[in-house]
């Protein structure tokens, strides 16, 4: 069973940075892409940040230049390192692994705060 579990979240001011993880086990199956979502309270889920098998990255306007995704495959892990974080970034953020064959999977959420 394809478990997900992330960490790093937590509050920081505005203008700080935060590292989120996601690590990914049970399964040998070829991924599709990974990718970190947000839900702010009231709003819907959103993607922040996604990257390909191949390694073609994507990102929401709201977080370009200030947000990186990168993964370490060997740890099928996926990190979403961001930066210059504001306000309006606070929400839970979740992971997303896509597999072929499989589907997506999410991780459990982190609440990430930015305090002004």
Same mark, same amino acid.
Request: charged share 10%; proline share 0%; aromatic share 6%.
């Given at each position: 069973q394809v =478990? *997900?579990?992330? /960490? @790093?979240? @937590?509050?920081? =001011?505005? @203008?700080? %940075? *935060?590292?989120? /993880?996601?690590?990914? %086990?049970?399964? %040998?199956? %070829?991924?599709?892409?990974?990718?970190?979502?947000? =839900?702010?309270p009231g709003k819907q889920r959103e993607l922040v940040a996604s990257i390909s098998s191949v390694g073609n990255e994507n990102y929401a306007d709201s977080v370009k230049g200030r947000f990186t995704i990168s993964r370490d495959n060997a740890k099928n892990t996926v990190y979403l390192q961001m930066n210059s974080l504001q306000p309006d970034d606070t929400a839970v953020y979740f992971c997303n692994f896509n597999y072929w064959g499989l589907g997506n999977y999410w991780g459990q959420g982190t609440q990430v705060t930015v305090s002004s």
């Open positions: =478990q *997900l579990v992330e /960490s @790093g979240g @937590g509050l920081v =001011q505005a @203008g700080g %940075s *935060l590292r989120l /993880s996601c690590a990914a %086990s049970g399964t %040998s199956r %070829s991924l599709i892409a990974m990718g970190w979502y947000r =839900q702010a």
